[in-house]
């Protein structure tokens, strides 16, 4: 069975700095995606970042870039030039490519406090 | 408002009791899937739909637990005989299969559930 690992379970930055969010997974298949959800308090989730497996190229969206180790099973999250807003609960989750499943597997996050 | 919604927002109960919970996707998503988080941790997989066809079940959800999506539209969670480890908030999320790629899942903003 696939698991997802976040051994942060906080990570503070300063308004503007650079942060990382780490998640390392555990899978037996070769191909799969992997994704970074944002769930600010009372809100709902919202997915930040996806990179498939099989793209060697690291997936960016304006501040949000992962770092993919795709031999190493790490994938973290960098946000660069933080703000407020970004303050939240971040998951790392895996989907499976098998047909007959589409569930996500999420780790148990990392709560981000950004400081002015 | 287009997005996924879920009712009621805040459920609280006494052990023993039952209780359902409904969720709405966004109106041309064919997938329609039941996640419930505990607290401090992330959201585990309950069940998909595929239309009205219930395609995969955890082994989470127990015998107490039963979804429906009788039309492919809006679905329904029910939970008979309420324990208080089934306190949790559980979220909803719809998305629109393809035959190639992945399929975004777009969450609903959970219903909260309190069993006394």
């Known amino acids: 069975a696939q698991t997802v690992t976040q051994s942060q379970p906080e990570m503070s930055v300063q308004e503007a700095e650079t942060v990382t969010l780490s998640c390392t997974y555990d899978t037996s298949e070769s191909d799969y995606y992997l994704f970074w959800y944002k769930q600010p308090p009372s809100r709902q989730m919202i997915l930040v970042i996806r990179?498939?497996?099989?793209?060697?190229q690291n997936a960016t969206e304006n501040r949000f870039s992962v770092n993919f180790q795709k031999a190493a099973k790490s994938f973290s999250l960098k946000i660069s030039d933080s703000q407020l807003g970004d303050a939240a609960m971040y998951f790392c989750?895996?989907?499976?490519?098998?047909?007959?499943?589409?569930?996500?597997?999420f780790g148990t996050g990392t709560r981000l406090q950004v400081f002015p | 408002d287009t997005g996924v919604s879920q009712n009621p927002r805040h459920k609280i109960t006494k052990r023993g009791q039952n209780v359902t919970f409904r969720c709405d996707p966004i109106s041309e998503h064919n997938r329609l899937y039941w996640y419930r988080q505990t607290l401090g941790q992330g959201p585990e997989f309950l069940t998909y739909f595929q239309n009205e066809a219930q395609l995969e079940k955890s082994r989470l959800l127990s015998d107490r637990f039963s979804a429906e999506r009788p039309k492919g539209s809006f679905s329904t969670l029910e939970i008979q005989r309420t324990e208080q480890g089934d306190s949790a908030m559980y979220l909803c999320?719809?998305?629109?299969?393809?035959?190639?790629?992945?399929?975004?899942?777009?969450f609903g903003p959970g219903t909260r559930l309190t069993v006394l």
């Open positions: 999320a719809s998305s629109l299969a393809q035959t190639r790629g992945h399929n975004e899942q777009f």
């Open positions: 990179q498939e497996a099989y793209k060697q």
């Open positions: 989750a895996y989907r499976s490519s098998l047909l007959g499943t589409d569930k996500l597997i």
